[in-house]
């Protein structure tokens, strides 16, 4: 089991324990950051999905962000990586209850830079019903390396954001 899985686990373990449940949308890390949780036996009981939304039109019509939020900074900004983690608590919703914590990530992963932000830019968001926490990362190497320390850093902040709430 890789220190990823780990932490992953170590993650869905608190979560259980109180009982709560957990989703995700993923933009450059394209469904890694759910294959680490779900790649965890019994994970079913925490994780209630996730969503890819890479083109960008998906953030808005999948999570809700809004367009004008999208026009004005692009896909790979603090306030997208937010409305991302909480566009998935609702996109999680069951039974009207959305899902406790969301987790999202946006950046630019490269070869090439396909907007303002330089490759390596990454944000990741941990949302909950009373805060939304988000980091900015700028992190080097080539493409599957970014896409890699990506998912590392958001299981770090949701490991940071769950222990805090213990």
Known sequence: MTREHRRAAEVLAALGRRGATL???????????????????????????????????????????????LARH?????????????????AASVDGAPADVGVATTGEAGPDASGAAPVGLVYVAVADARRTLVREHRFSGDRAAIRARAVDAAIELLAESVASRE
């Open 23 to 69: 989703a995700f949308a993923e933009s450059l890390t394209g469904g890694m950051l759910c294959d680490a949780f779900v790649s965890v036996p019994g994970a079913s009981a925490v994780v209630r999905g996730s969503v890819v939304a890479y083109a960008t039109p998906l953030k808005t019509s999948l999570l809700g962000v809004p367009e004008a939020l």
């Open 74 to 90: 692009g896909a790979v900004h603090p306030e997208v990586a937010s409305r991302m983690a909480e566009g998935a608590r609702a």
